[in-house]
């Protein structure tokens, strides 16, 4: 006795009760999404057209502002990107070909990371390598945890200080805490800055971020 594939053909004078079984459609095939360049997963900083710096984008999006026409480059790094009929540098500066206006957040947010930075890595009692945050005046004393009263602070004076004020140490601060301000602030924070950003941020070479 041959037993007749399933989903395949009966024969003529097939008699078995058996049905082929229905097939099944084919699943689409997901389109293949191919990674993006390792040289445009990079950061770009975005200048208005009075080349005051806005904000930071990637380097993908700075090459989409590029071939629309609505950026163009200002400085460029060594890469490149090629596309079907040309060939693009990875920008690492763009100016906006038009003018934009844009709010600016009034404050820069306070963080861990952000006081290190401002404080330059560095405790503010003793020079020393900072690895905690202090509030000058005590927060059990009525103290804010803002940026006129928080300070970097190495972990021995930290833990010195406690819950007393500079008065009761007989210390003093180098100079007064407070927010900081200017446009590598606004923009940055605390994250790296590229070196060559620096000139359009106002940023002397001296200046470590």
């Not at 380097?59 to 790094?77: G, W, Y």
């Not at 009034?106 to 990371?113: E, F, H, K, Q």
């Not at 405790?123 to 945050?133: E, L, M, R």
Request: glycine letters at 8%.
């Amino acid at each position: 006795m041959s037993i007749t594939a399933l989903g395949s053909s009966s024969g003529p004078g097939h008699t078995g009760s058996r049905r082929d079984a229905p097939s099944r459609p084919h699943a689409p095939a997901r389109p293949h999404t191919p990674s993006p360049a390792a040289c445009t997963i990079g950061a770009t900083l975005l200048l208005n057209a009075t080349y005051e710096p806005l904000c930071v984008v990637s380097s993908r999006r700075a090459i989409v502002l590029v071939l629309a026409a609505k950026a163009e480059a200002v400085d460029v790094t060594d890469d490149e990107v090629h596309a079907e009929r040309v060939t693009v540098a990875v920008p690492v500066v763009v100016r906006l070909t038009r003018y934009v206006r844009v709010p600016y957040p009034v404050s820069v947010p306070l963080s861990r990371r952000a006081v290190f930075t401002r404080d330059g890595q560095t405790c503010v009692y003793c020079g020393g390598s900072a690895t905690s945050i202090d509030h000058v005046v005590p927060r059990s004393r009525g103290g804010t945890h803002s940026w006129d009263n928080v300070v970097a602070a190495c972990r021995r004076c930290n833990h010195t200080k406690a819950d007393r004020s500079l008065a009761e140490m007989g210390w003093s601060l180098p100079h007064p805490p407070g927010a900081p301000s200017g446009a590598a602030w606004r923009l940055l924070g605390h994250r790296t800055v590229d070196p060559r950003w620096r000139e359009w941020l106002g940023m002397p070479d001296s200046v470590s971020a």
